[in-house]
Nanobody, 116 residues
Framework: QVQLVESGGGLVQPGGSLRLSCAASGFTFRSYSISWHRQAPGKERELVASIGSFGRIIDYKDSVKGRATISRDNAEKTVYLQMNDLKPEDTAVYYC?????????WGQGTQVTVSS
């Protein structure tokens, strides 16, 4: 079955960096776009970044442009989200998602907390 597992979150000071990972299984990873989303307390889940099946199409939320880099390793079936210059407003649970045969599959999420 389709499975996504996020890791790499944690507590970081403002200005710090984190690299989030999303390990996938259960589908032909290289053929599907993967996206990162986040949800802060009391707010709706929002798209942060997405990457096409072979990494040719990449998009970012405006507020993370220049601070975030999404990448994928098709051999490792993993998508990464490098976040730099983190701000308190980046605090959220970060999820990865794949749309597979018309259904959205989500991981369990990884908590990112930016605080001094």
């Amino acid at each position: 079955q389709v499975q996504l597992v996020e890791s790499g979150g944690g507590l970081v000071q403002p200005g710090g960096s984190l690299r989030l990972s999303c390990a996938a299984s259960g589908f032909t990873f290289r053929s599907y776009s993967i996206s990162w989303h986040r949800q802060a307390p009391g707010k709706e889940r929002e798209l942060v970044a997405s990457i096409g099946s072979f990494g040719r199409i990449i998009d970012y939320k405006d507020s993370v442009k220049g601070r975030a880099t999404i990448s994928r390793d098709n051999a490792e079936k993993t998508v990464y989200l490098q976040m730099n210059d983190l701000k308190p407003e980046d605090t959220a649970v970060y999820y990865c998602k794949v749309r597979y045969y018309g259904s959205d599959y989500w991981g369990q999420g990884t908590q990112v907390t930016v605080s001094s």
